[in-house]
């Protein structure tokens, strides 16, 4: 049985090509076709036998052939015919993962097009043995489903039951997750319920897919107020969870989710991963990318809110930007406040019912006490903040190895579940810029203002910002992994890899509890750029000196250093802790 949800034709047509099918729109190859039968609220429906491989469309009235809107694989592109792929064919070998708990884990960020030279499934498989060692227990993969051209961050997908070919298609991203499974990794699926891409995008020829006269920052709103819509979405996160034994999704911007109905879309995301997780006897994670601020997303179902296992904290990421850069342009504006780093710490969101400059209204509202810490995703560096800045530019590029180090025990130490960018660990010099390879030079054009406009609003040089078009773009974007084997990068893994360490063993900074929390500013006058902050983890001190001069630092009665990132770091005639400048301790009480 072969169906299809196409509410807007008269007649619907399958169509089996033989060799490598349609390439394009309209191409002809030698087929087979079969009329689907009308059923119930706008499906159709037919007996057809297909092998795996099979290149197969639909045809709607006397339209050209279509990719089917549940294709798993497209190996001409997504304008071509599609490949039916069994979704039971795979061999797996995980039988025996029982999954892994998001409550104490580390999430790794990567792209896979980026993350390594080939940019491929199988060559970032080389690299697990590397976040094993680094002490990685989750990985979060930027979006894998279909778009136009080569390369892309993958946000302007337009078949979302798709895995790149690029990349390796379907086989090889079972390959990938049943490896990370093996070696005891689990994989978090990054995947966009907001809009479709603009090129490849064929839905809306099917039946009402988008609202109409409604759109979000990155085109039309998918419309949710349609049934066969959000069982569209609701399956798809189903097949990755269920069919490719994916262990978590990312729901990216879910604040651009246009749903009116009395039970949210979220609400139905969550209900049918924990059904599934019942079933599956092991634990399913969504988390949330939400621009809200609103703990809704997160506080369990029975009290109101969507049951989602955690979401992203940016008031995070924007406090610890700024205590360690200064820089305050566009949103980090506010986070100048010297109070910022330390709210953060203690209460989860800065703007949590406050006035936001750039959003020119108040923000946000607070997180209940008792909610676990661990439910807010905490990061210093991320795709969006990096390749979403004009030139690209990580951390690396405005901090010294000092500052870097600072950040390392900031992102590591701090409440919440860390996450790290690809690359983070040793301070990678590549940049990580907006990239794409759009055939079509309208969309390319239209892609090019769209940033320069953006940034135009930040203050940012629109003259340093790379053609996203341009090969080089993409090519730089790579990682550099030898670099990592040398000098002051070395020394950073080393880092990383030792404050993993002391998060497995010391509990109190696993502990969930933001009551166990505390945040002291030594100087709460100066400015940003002089601060000294004293931030607890239960019985664990953090002395983080962003000032520009040596803090004398007087420490508790038994107190010792259990890490330093500074070597000058030291006790004076007084019995006072000496930290330089750009440096962080971690004390822990005496016995």
């Known amino acids: 049985m072969i169906e299809v949800w196409a509410p807007k034709a008269r007649r619907v047509r399958v169509r089996r090509t033989d060799g490598g099918g349609d390439a394009a729109p309209g191409g002809d190859t030698a087929a087979t076709e079969i009329d689907l039968s009308p059923a119930e609220d706008g499906w159709w429906r037919g007996d057809l036998e297909l092998a795996d491989g099979d290149r197969y469309g639909f045809v709607l009235d006397d339209g050209d052939l279509r990719p089917d809107p549940r294709s798993r694989r497209q190996p001409d592109g997504v304008h071509g015919a599609s490949a039916w792929v069994d979704p039971a064919s795979f061999p797996w070998t995980d039988q025996t993962w029982t999954g892994r708990q998001l409550a104490g884990g580390v ?64 086989a090889a991203y079972a390959r990938f997750v049943d490896a990370a499974h093996a070696a005891g990794l689990a994989v978090i699926q990054d995947v966009v319920y907001n809009h479709l891409g603009p090129s490849g995008n064929y839905l809306p020829e099917f039946g009402p897919y988008l609202r109409e006269g409604s759109r979000n920052t990155w085109g039309d709103s998918v419309n949710l107020d349609e049934d066969a819509v959000r069982s569209y979405i609701v399956e798809n996160a189903l097949m990755w969870l269920r069919n490719y034994h994916v262990d978590g999704l990312r729901l990216d911007a879910v604040h651009a989710l246009h749903d009116e109905r009395p039970v949210h879309l979220l609400h139905e995301l969550a209900e049918a991963s924990d059904a599934l997780s019942a079933h599956l006897g092991r634990p399913l994670t969504l988390i949330a990318e939400s621009d809200m601020n609103d703990p809704k997303l997160i506080l369990p179902r029975e009290a109101g809110g969507y049951g989602l296992t955690a ?20 949103y980090y504006e506010d986070f100048a406040d010297p109070d910022a780093l330390p709210k953060v710490w203690t209460k989860g969101f800065f703007h949590d019912g406050t006035y936001s400059s750039f959003r020119e209204r108040t923000h946000g509202h607070p997180i209940p006490a008792e909610m676990p810490a661990w439910r807010l995703v905490t990061f210093a560096q991320d795709h969006d903040q990096i390749g979403n800045r004009a030139a690209g530019d990580r951390l690396t590029a405005t901090l010294d190895a000092d500052r870097l180090a600072v950040a390392a025990v900031l992102t590591l130490t ?139 630092a007087v420490p508790r009665e038994g107190e010792t250093v259990l890490l330093a990132t500074a070597v000058t ?23």
């Open 107 to 170: 999430i790794y960020e990567l792209h896979l097009g980026t993350f390594t030279p080939e940019g491929t499934l199988d060559a970032a498989i080389d690299r697990l043995d590397h976040l094993v060692e680094l002490g990685i227990t989750h990985i979060e993969l930027l979006p894998v489903n279909g778009f136009n051209g080569t390369w892309n961050w993958g946000y302007d997908g337009v078949l979302w039951y798709t895995v790149h070919e690029a990349y390796g298609g379907p």
């Open 311 to 330: 979401q992203w904290s940016d008031d995070w990421h924007h406090a610890v930007h700024v205590a360690l850069t200064g820089e305050t342009v566009g």
């Open 414 to 552: 701090a409440p919440g579940t860390p996450m790290l960018f690809m690359g983070e660990e040793w301070g990678a010099s590549t940049p990580w810029q907006f990239f794409t390879s759009h055939p079509e030079e309208w969309l390319a054009e239209a892609v090019r203002t769209g940033r320069t406009a953006e940034f135009a609003r930040m203050g940012w040089d629109e003259s340093t910002v790379p053609d996203p078009q341009d090969p080089q773009t993409f090519r730089r974007s790579h990682l550099d992994w030898a670099e990592s084997e040398a000098g002051q990068h070395a020394r950073l893994l080393k880092l990383y890899r030792e404050l993993l360490r002391l998060r497995r063993e010391r509990p109190e900074l696993t502990d969930p509890s933001f009551a166990s929390l505390a945040a002291v500013d030594e100087n709460p006058d100066a400015a940003p750029d002089a601060r000294r902050f004293i931030l607890g983890r239960g019985d664990l001190r953090i002395l983080v000196n962003l000032s520009a001069d040596t803090w004398r």
């Open 569 to 591: 770091t030291a006790w004076d005639a007084d019995g006072r802790l000496e930290l330089p400048p750009s440096s962080a301790v971690i004390l822990i009480p005496g016995h």
